[in-house]
């Protein structure tokens, strides 16, 4: 017989049995032809899946461990397992919800592909971002340690001259010394000899008036021997001696310099929110009204910056020296002014309460502490601009170059260079040029958002370096482009940013979605911060005013 004679034969409807099949039931894992496949559909009590044969799922049902013979094609709700069509029946699963295994697949497969789903597009891609950072960190390892073996062999050099000069002043007082002891017995030396000299002259004399029997010179002769009695003095000089001076091993290691202790710090691996954590609405909503609830008169001329150092006292920067401490009522606490006279770029305060500003007239960055001014970073070829401080404690810096052509971000360690932030994976700078206004702040999740003025853009990188993204406005902004100002970061991870001459502020998600406006009659807005219960202060430049805004 003609093979494929023989399968238009074998593949027939399995409900009727005599037609050719052209359609299957997924849902039943029946084939049909055409006339089965209506009489099929007309039981509405089962959510039937028909679909053309050829399209048709090969699915392997597991066999049953208790029957050999019979495919698991049912499921146990109470069970929780796969089970044939004798074990339903059996007084195993008595009493049981047993249901469809195809209705269980579809929600399992649905499961399956939610998983893959976010291992693609979430878990995945951390990890190879991890594993970046790593290597990135590899490469700064290389090149840190290459700068700790120049330092040493450069204090080796300075250890080196040093020594090479005082080697060098022993000599020259050994020489001096010696020189000296040379003169005193020369001088000695001349001072015997003339002696000497007069000496054989008294003693030719006496010769010759011996010889001569001359009564008048005998008569006339004086002797001089008394007077030669007493020797000349002898100068007896003592070789100065040399006192080597026992060289202590951990006293010249101490003089060289030392390592600090060798720190390896494992972190706790974060663990990421599920796909639906991350949608889940945040724990304090945004308001549908925002409320002013305080006015600050700050008597500034013209206000720039504020940092919160509590819920109702606030530091606040202007148009001179003058750093201002002032509580919700206007009054003054406290004011200090710049080390340099100058007036300072930005404040901060520190997780200690004290508070830093920086200072581009100078190139420094200085820490208030007690009332007590101390330059803690000194910048070479860079101006610093605006200051954060970081919830480990370090400080994010804004700089610009010397000859305005680069800007960049560098955090520190106290005093220490850390990260410095400056281009994106194509090597294409992050931040435009010039000295513009380039407030800083850092995000809950560690991201560091930037509002680059000149750009007309905030930039938000992560705590790696890497760009995230750029909000460049709303398109609602009409009337004038995005003039970012100001930024500050909330505890739910909000981004806000003064858009400074259209009078409003721009409340982002973390991943830099729009989410509203606040308003509240604000002229000017310029610096923000939040205080720890998420209140908003908000500068008014030309106004000289601190508004205190609640929007959650």
Same mark, same amino acid.
């Given at each position: 017989m003609d093979p494929l004679r023989k399968a238009q034969i074998i593949l027939l409807c399995d409900l009727c049995k005599t037609a050719h099949l052209q359609s299957h039931c997924e849902r039943c894992d029946i084939n049909l032809c055409?006339?089965?496949?209506?009489?099929?559909?007309?039981?509405?009590?089962?959510?039937?899946?028909?679909?053309?044969?050829?399209? *048709? #799922? &090969?699915?392997?049902?597991?066999?049953?461990?208790? /029957?050999?013979?019979? !495919?698991? =094609? %049912?499921?146990? $709700?109470?069970?929780?397992?796969?089970?044939?069509?004798?074990?339903?029946?059996?007084s195993n699963h008595e009493g049981h919800d047993i249901s469809d295994i195809l209705e269980k697949l579809s929600a399992k497969t649905e499961s399956l592909q939610k998983d893959l789903n976010e291992l693609e597009t979430r878990i995945y891609p951390r990890y190879e971002e991890m594993a970046s950072d790593v290597q990135t960190e590899k490469t700064e390892?290389?090149?840190?340690?290459?700068?700790?073996?120049?330092?040493?062999?450069?204090?080796?050099?300075?250890?080196?001259?040093e020594i090479?000069?005082?080697?060098?002043? *022993? #000599? &020259?007082?050994?020489?001096?010394?010696?020189?000296? /002891?040379?003169?005193? !017995?020369? =001088? %000695?030396?001349? $001072?015997?000899?003339?002696?000497?000299?007069?000496?054989?002259?008294?003693?030719?004399?006496?010769?010759?008036?011996?010889?001569?029997n001359d009564v008048s010179l005998t008569y006339t002769y004086k002797s001089r021997n008394t007077e030669f009695r007493t020797l000349p003095p002898k100068v007896r000089v003592t070789v100065p001696s040399f006192s080597a001076q026992k060289i202590n091993k951990?006293?010249?290691?101490?003089?060289?310099?030392?390592?600090?202790?060798?720190?390896?710090?494992?972190?706790?691996?974060?663990?990421?929110?599920?796909?639906?954590?991350?949608?889940?609405p945040p724990v304090?909503?945004?308001?549908?009204?925002?409320?002013?609830?305080?006015?600050?008169?700050?008597?500034?001329?013209?206000?720039?910056?504020?940092?919160?150092?509590?819920?109702?006292?606030?530091?606040?920067?202007?148009?001179?020296?003058?750093?201002?401490?002032?509580?919700?009522?206007?009054?003054?606490?406290?004011?200090?002014?710049?080390?340099?006279?100058?007036?300072?770029?930005?404040?901060?305060?520190?997780r200690d309460a004290d508070l830093v500003y920086?200072?581009?007239?100078?190139?420094?960055?200085?820490?208030?502490?007690?009332?007590?001014?101390?330059?803690?970073?000194?910048?070479?070829?860079?101006?610093?601009?605006?200051?954060?401080?970081?919830?480990?404690?370090?400080?994010?810096?804004?700089?610009?170059?010397?000859?305005?052509?680069?800007?960049?971000?560098v955090r520190y360690s106290g005093s220490t260079e850390k990260q410095s932030i400056q281009f994106d994976d194509q090597g294409r700078p992050l931040y435009s040029p010039?000295?513009?206004?380039?407030?800083?702040?850092?995000?809950?999740?560690?991201?560091?958002?930037?509002?680059?003025?000149?750009?007309?853009?905030?930039?938000?990188?992560?705590?790696?370096?890497?760009?995230?993204?750029?909000?460049?406005?709303?398109?609602s902004n009409t009337e004038q482009s995005f003039d970012p100002h100001g930024i500050t970061t909330d505890s739910q991870s909000h981004i806000l940013t003064a858009d400074s001459y259209n009078h409003r502020i721009h409340i982002l998600d973390q991943d830099g979605q729009f989410l509203c406006y606040i308003h509240c009659d604000l002229e000017r807005p310029f610096g923000l911060c939040v205080d720890i219960r998420d209140n908003l202060f908000v500068t008014e430049r030309d106004t000289a005013k601190v508004k205190k805004i609640q929007y959650l």
């Open positions: 055409q006339t089965c496949v209506g009489k099929h559909l007309s039981d509405s009590s089962i959510r039937h899946k028909v679909m053309p044969y050829k399209y *048709r #799922k &090969s699915l392997n049902y597991s066999k049953c461990p208790d /029957h050999a013979d019979k !495919l698991c =094609k %049912n499921y146990c $709700e109470k069970c929780d397992i796969p089970v044939c069509s004798t074990c339903v029946s059996s390892l290389e090149t840190n340690y290459g700068e700790l073996t120049t330092i040493a062999d450069q204090q080796g050099e300075i250890l080196h001259r090479t000069a005082i080697l060098n002043q *022993r #000599k &020259s007082d050994i020489q001096e010394m010696k020189n000296k /002891h040379l003169s005193t !017995l020369n =001088k %000695n030396t001349d $001072e015997i000899t003339q002696k000497m000299g007069e000496l054989k002259q008294i003693m030719s004399d006496l010769k010759s008036i011996l010889k001569s951990d006293q010249f290691n101490g003089m060289f310099g030392s390592l600090s202790p060798l720190s390896i710090n494992t972190e706790h691996g974060d663990t990421m929110k599920s796909a639906e954590a991350v949608s889940s304090k909503p945004l308001l549908d009204e925002p409320r002013l609830t305080a006015t600050i008169d700050t008597g500034y001329d013209y206000l720039y910056s504020v940092s919160c150092l509590s819920e109702d006292q606030v530091w606040t920067r202007g148009e001179n020296e003058t750093m201002k401490l002032l509580n919700l009522q206007s009054k003054l606490l406290t004011s200090i002014q710049t080390k340099s006279g100058n007036k300072p770029g930005d404040i901060a305060v520190t920086t200072d581009y007239s100078n190139d420094t960055v200085n820490l208030i502490k007690n009332k007590q001014i101390q330059t803690v970073i000194t910048l070479q070829g860079w101006n610093p601009l605006y200051v954060c401080c970081t919830a480990s404690g370090d400080l994010l810096v804004t700089m610009i170059s010397d000859d305005l052509k680069q800007s960049k971000v010039g000295r513009y206004i380039k407030y800083i702040s850092e995000n809950k999740n560690l991201d560091i958002c930037v509002a680059d003025n000149i750009a007309s853009a905030v930039v938000v990188v992560n705590q790696s370096g890497k760009l995230r993204f750029r909000y460049t406005g709303h398109p």
